[in-house]
């Protein structure tokens, strides 16, 4: 180290204080015991991410030495929160407490000795969970993202989403899931692929015609996206097997076209306390909200009753646009990903509609219905009819 090199360290060794490993780790220990009472204290570690990858202190926050300026603000926007930074052996982080203190951080530590004199002194520290070179390059962009990152893209690999149908709506949602990285996806579609369906359900092709439509949807699944394993039910969804099935997922999104089984799906999500992402379209128009148990309404606050057949045709008897359906489930997608990762104001207690003609898409404000037979105040969603000899007519 050069004379210009040291004094600039003295300077450093003078201005931010330092802790040793010890007084870290103690301040960590107190924050964990008493909670709100413990001054807050954000630990950050601003070694490289090779160094990051051989080991570091549990509960710390990454942010390289390279990135602080761009970085750190958003990672501690509050400056007056105590830092503590550390890097290998303490020379960094020094310089880094300087750089935060100019940036206005009022309370900046560095750790005397760093890494080194943590692991040198036994205390515990942990080795984060590495991707492989391959999910690097392929969700190199959700890397890139703050909001979602390595950590985030983990959280999506070991998540499990089930989509109710393997038709319009559920193959945008499971494709786009797919290549995002969710880790497992569940299935369950007892019809069959027909022409008819190639206009709007992207997962299957003409030489799928007369495969069962969730086999159909693995294999094309598998093919776009390695990482994910495709979970498949030939089954309808009913009384018998709907609670089994939900049990295992994070999330539902329902893709479903019919009255009994959007009832019976929200029953058994609101005893299972499982979101479910409802989506439907009718020719031009479609509409899409979140049902969060007991966060917002349930589909029973919206339909107590299901409307007559002649106001609620299938696509199969009015219609719909083809790329509507796509536009709606990818809409599903996305909102499922929020739910996954925490981020962004998921749909709970709003319902958006889109009108492909108009190009609009508009937001009606949803409240949960205090009388509702299942979520309301003296609802009990075990047992309720779900309509099924009503549609049939």
């Known amino acids: 180290m050069g004379e210009a090199s040291r004094e600039i360290m003295r300077q450093a060794r003078q201005e931010v204080p330092e802790w040793s490993a010890s007084q870290v780790r ?23 991410k090779h160094e990051w990858n051989e080991g570091h202190i549990p509960g710390a926050i990454h942010v390289p030495r390279g990135f602080l300026e761009l970085q750190i603000e958003e990672a501690i926007p509050d400056k007056d929160q105590t830092v503590v930074l550390y890097c290998a052996g303490g020379v960094r982080s020094l310089m880094a407490g300087k750089t935060l203190q100019q940036m206005g951080y009022r309370n900046v530590i560095s750790m005397a000795g760093g890494f080194g004199q943590w ?30 990152g390595e950590q985030g893209q983990f959280k999506l690999l070991d998540s499990k989403v089930l989509l109710i149908g393997a038709g319009g709506l559920g193959s945008p949602s499971a494709y786009y ?19 008819s369906n190639l206009q709007r359900q992207i997962l ?18 598998q093919k776009l996206n390695p990482d994910v394993n495709v979970v498949t039910y030939i089954e309808r969804l009913d009384e018998e097997n709907v ?12 893709g479903t076209d019919n009255f009994p089984t959007r009832y019976l799906l929200n029953d058994a999500a609101l005893l299972a306390n499982k979101p ?23 589909y029973r606050c919206l339909y107590p009753e299901p409307p007559p057949p002649a106001l609620a045709p ?38 958006m509609t889109y009108d492909a003609l108009a190009g609009e898409f508009n937001e009606l404000k949803l409240f949960r219905d205090p009388h509702c037979a299942a979520c309301g105040e003296n609802g009990n969603p075990e047992n309720l009819p779900t309509y099924a000899d009503v549609c049939a007519l």
């Open 276 to 298: 479910v992402i409802h989506g439907s379209v009718f020719r031009f128009e479609g509409q899409l909200t979140v049902f969060k148990p007991y966060d917002g309404p349930c």
């Open 204 to 221: 299957h092709n003409t030489d799928r015609v007369g495969q069962y439509k969730a086999e159909s949807a693995k294999e094309t699944l």
């Open 314 to 351: 299938s696509c199969a008897e009015a219609g719909v646009l083809g790329v509507l359906p796509g536009i709606v489930g990818l809409l599903q997608a996305t909102e499922a990903i929020k739910l996954l990762l925490g981020i962004g104001d998921p749909l709970v207690g709003r319902l």
């Open 26 to 48: 103690q301040s960590l220990a107190e924050q964990r015991e008493n909670g709100e009472q413990a001054p807050d204290v954000a630990l950050v570690d601003v070694r490289e």
């Open 177 to 195: 899931l797919a290549a995002a990285g969710v880790g497992t996806l569940g299935i369950i579609d007892a019809d069959v692929v027909d022409e």
């Open 243 to 254: 609670r089994r099935i939900i049990a295992d997922y994070d999330v539902i999104i329902d």
């Open 119 to 148: 692991k040198g002194s036994g205390f515990e520290f942990e080795m984060p969970r590495l991707m492989s070179d391959a999910q690097a390059r392929r969700y190199s962009r959700h890397l890139l993202v703050p909001e979602v």
